[in-house]
């Protein structure tokens, strides 16, 4: 899915170690559709060359504020045409002219005569940035509202270790995104569960499902890219958890761990305004965990097994609930009927009901269909067509704005 179709991002490069890495941010942007246009500073060009942008991006390259093509200004017809605008990297003093308003470069210039999301990923030696001065800096492009793309740890040019390195490209790629995604859900506090449980039989076994956790991390991307605040509890994964800004993960390992922490993050004192759970929970757990590995010759074991909290039946009985609560239901046959039944079952107003059955739904594969049940006196359950899970999540996203609105 290609989230910046049509959209323009104007890629300012400024004179850090790191400009290479800027070669990464431009094919990143175009991946997701953008057109993209580089500005590189003075700076910049003794790092990197602009043919090497020129290349990455198929645009020539703003090298200056003086100069007119068929009398237009480029730098201004540049803040006018795009969508948002990343420096990355920015060097110090990049940072010191942003915040002044020094207008002696293109992307200087093309700053001051641009009105929309404005995203700065810094990287420098770790004293540069912990100086007063660029500290300072960096506080006064805050408080008017750029999005700063916090500089990592780590091994920096000069061989010391610090804070300073530019943050991942996968990091600034999600940063831009939020930023020039409709925030349909800014200031709200969601909490999503994803993957499987793993539920110990002894220290080297266990049971656990078939749960990649893609389709719960991808609805938390989704939350995310749209403003939200999301709590991520997760069980072991093997899908990847994104860079968005905005997920807090919280791993976990068995289905008591995961009910716990749900129930720690909804009674803690910022309250949740949804809770999606998408996880899949054991139903069932060892009675006892065998201390020590349960040996072969001793033949196969009679393992007792209990059930485990029921999280989502926990959170929809809740009397003091001022959540929106959506389940996840992974079914083999009559997923209407079992989706519109849980939902009544748990509490929850809505149910997403999905068909783990068949070969491109559900588990391990990266479509699915979902059957949406509702409440019949908000609106009509029915199914999407099949699609990117990606794209379901969306679906999700949008279910979730339209419930929320409608509290
Ligand atoms: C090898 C080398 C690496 C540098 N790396 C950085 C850096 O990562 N961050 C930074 O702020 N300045 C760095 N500098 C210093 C800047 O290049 C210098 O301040 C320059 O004037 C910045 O120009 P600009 O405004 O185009 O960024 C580096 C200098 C050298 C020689």
């Known amino acids: ?29 175009r991946a997701q559709g953008a057109t993209v246009r580089v500005a590189p500073t003075k700076g910049a060009q003794a790092f990197v060359t602009p043919l090497t942008f020129e290349a990455l991006s198929g645009q020539p390259c703003l090298l200056t504020s003086l100069e007119v093509h068929a009398g237009l200004i480029p730098h201004v017809e540049e803040a006018y045409r795009a969508a ?3 420096v990355a990297p920015a060097s110090a003093d990049a940072i010191a002219k942003m915040a002044a308003g020094f207008a002696d470069e293109a992307i200087l210039s093309l700053l001051l005569s641009f ?9 420098m030696e770790t004293h540069m940035w912990s100086h007063p001065a660029t500290q300072h800096n960096i506080a006064t492009l805050r408080a008017r509202g750029v999005v700063i793309v916090d500089p990592d740890e780590g091994p920096l040019a ?23 995604t409709p925030a349909t859900l ?34 938390a991307r989704a939350l995310a890219l749209r403003g939200a605040d999301v709590e991520l509890v997760h069980g072991p994964m093997r899908a990847a958890v994104p860079a968005t800004p905005g997920i807090s993960l919280h791993p976990v390992r068995s289905a008591d761990q995961m009910a716990k922490r749900c129930f720690a993050i909804v009674d803690d004192h ?75 079952r748990k509490g ?11 070969s491109n739904t559900g588990f391990d594969v990266n479509t699915n269909r979902l059957y949406v049940a509702r409440d019949a006196a908000r609106a009509a359950s029915g199914w999407t067509v099949l699609m990117s899970k990606e794209a379901c999540a969306e679906v999700v996203a949008d279910e979730l704005v339209g419930l929320l609105a409608a509290r």
């Open 270 to 344: 910022r309250s949740i305004d949804a809770a999606i759970m998408a996880a899949a929970v054991a139903d069932f757990t060892p009675a006892s965990k065998a201390p020590g590995k349960l040996k072969k010759q001793d033949g196969p074991p009679a393992i007792a097994l209990v059930s485990t909290t029921d999280i989502l039946a926990t959170l929809g009985a809740r009397r003091d609930r001022r959540y929106a609560l959506v389940g996840f239901a992974a079914e083999t046959s009559a997923i209407e009927a079992a989706a519109a039944e849980k939902r009544q």
């Open 158 to 180: 000069s061989g010391r270790t610090g804070r300073g390195r530019l943050a991942p490209v996968a990091r600034i790629i999600e940063t831009v995104l939020r930023a020039t």
């Open 115 to 123: 009105q929309g999301p404005v995203i700065v990923a810094p990287a």
């Open 1 to 29: 899915m290609q989230r910046l179709s049509d959209r323009h991002v104007v890629v300012g490069v400024t004179g850090s170690i790191a400009a290479y890495r800027a070669c990464d941010v431009v094919r990143e942007l």
């Open 186 to 219: 800014l200031g709200r506090r969601l909490l999503v569960t994803a993957g499987p449980t793993v539920e110990d039989i002894d220290p080297a076994r266990s049971i656990t499902n078939r749960s990649s956790g893609t389709m719960g991390v991808m609805v």
């Open 348 to 358: 929850c107003d809505v149910v997403i009901g999905n068909d783990v059955g068949a």
């Open 84 to 86: 948002a605008v990343v």
